[in-house]
């Protein structure tokens, strides 16, 4: 395993990702995922607040470009991350994403968006939130319909079924990066 992801394994384990409900104890990712917004590459556990985040990202990864692959964007901390009755919060999914066969590097431009990229949004009083950036490679012959998500609507957003959509359609965990997300007006303890 490379340095890199055994430092991503770490910190998952001290934010108490791994395991977890997406997340198997015996994760080992195959690929690294690269999320870089305008002014901030994103670092495993890197914090961002809001303003940072506020356009969507450049997501990157390598992979079999005979495959498809899944991305979700999902927060397992909504509302705080002292109550999270609305885990998972579904920020982003793209299906259907095709690494190019000359460079083998997947991008989101490629597949199908089914929920459009919706920017954290912690309260300035909220703890930081975790922010999980999921890519899948999906069976041959699997069809991710937009209706398998749900809708764009900021409260149908609350309360996805990652654990249950991801093992219905047979989806494999290949590689995972994350951040902390927090207000601009958030004040370390």
Known sequence: ?????????????????????????DFTPSTTVSITYPNKSINPGDLARVSEVAIAPNVAFSGDASAGYTFMMLDPDAPTPEDPKFAFWRHWVVARVKPSASEGQGTLDSGVTLTRYLAPGPKDESGPHRYLFLVF?????????????????????????????????????????????VGDGWMEE
């Open 1 to 25: 395993m490379s340095p890199e992801h055994s430092t991503l394994l770490a910190s998952l384990r001290q934010a108490s990702l791994l395991p977890s409900k997406l997340i198997p104890e």
């Open 137 to 181: 490679r999906e069976p041959e012959g699997v069809a991710i319909r937009r209706e398998d998500v749900g809708g764009e609507e900021f409260v149908e957003r609350r309360g996805f079924g990652a654990e249950e959509f991801v093992e219905g359609r047979g989806l494999q965990l290949v590689g995972v990066n994350w951040m902390r997300g």
